[in-house]
């Protein structure tokens, strides 16, 4: 059964930094693009980022480029995502997703983690 | 950035209906169109990916349709388990972007 569990979420102050980690398993991870999406309080799903099966490429939402970076660890079937200077409007949880598919276009998310709450505040 | 409109934003049906979302895009993004389900507190599910094929396990009622920049979702026969906030999903191109969601309340 594929499974996705994050971790390292929590209250943080703002300008501080946060690193979210997002254990694979039931699934080869190698072979997948993976994904955080987030989702604030009360509101819709927003795209964080992506990196390709072999780390080679990776993409950002505007809204967390140059803040945030996203990286994997293929034999500890591992998915990170570093948050530096975190704001108020970061605040969220966190999904770790999996590409839907391992060929191209296979951008569709599934399966899901469970998500991490990420607080910003002083 | 490709913006995905949804709508309606909400919906009160009641079991046994026929639900239908439509989702439009700024822009084309040929088939590369998904859909998910949303309980609340819960992430969300995968229901079809590639405008309109069914995820594995995803009952037959739930169907989709479109390509270009007009995309359908539809229930053929609302169940009390579909309530939820439904979303649709462009992966054409970067960034990827969603759709606002569509809350489907059961009557």
């Known amino acids: 059964q594929m499974q996705l569990v994050e971790s390292g979420g929590g209250v943080v102050q703002p300008g501080r930094s946060l690193r979210l980690s997002c254990a694979a398993s039931?699934?080869?991870?190698?072979?997948?693009?993976m994904h955080w999406v987030r989702q604030a309080p009360g509101k819709g799903l927003e795209w964080v980022a992506l990196?390709?099966?072999?780390?080679?490429?990776?993409y950002y939402a505007d809204s967390v480029k140059g803040r945030f970076t996203i990286s994997r660890d293929n034999p500890r079937d591992t998915l990170y995502l570093q948050m530096n200077s975190l704001r108020a409007e970061d605040t969220a949880v966190y999904y770790c997703v999996r590409s839907g598919g391992s060929g191209s276009s296979t951008n569709w998310f599934d399966p899901w983690g469970q998500g991490i709450l990420v607080t910003v505040s002083s | 950035d490709i913006q995905m409109t949804q709508s309606p934003s909400s919906l009160s049906a009641s079991v046994g209906d026929r639900v239908t979302i439509t989702c439009r895009a700024s822009q084309g993004v040929s088939s590369w169109l998904a859909w998910y389900q949303q309980k609340p507190e819960k992430a969300p599910k995968s229901l079809i990916y590639a405008a309109s094929r069914l995820q594995n396990g995803v009952p037959s009622r739930f169907s989709g349709s479109g390509s270009g920049t007009d995309f359908t979702l539809t229930i053929s026969s609302l169940q009390p388990e579909d309530f939820g906030t439904y979303y649709c999903?462009?992966?054409?191109?970067?960034?990827?972007?969603f759709g606002g969601g569509t809350k489907v309340e059961i009557k």
């Open positions: 990196i390709s099966y072999d780390g080679r490429n990776i």
């Open positions: 999903q462009q992966y054409n191109s970067y960034p990827l972007t």
């Open positions: 039931g699934f080869t991870f190698i072979s997948y693009g």
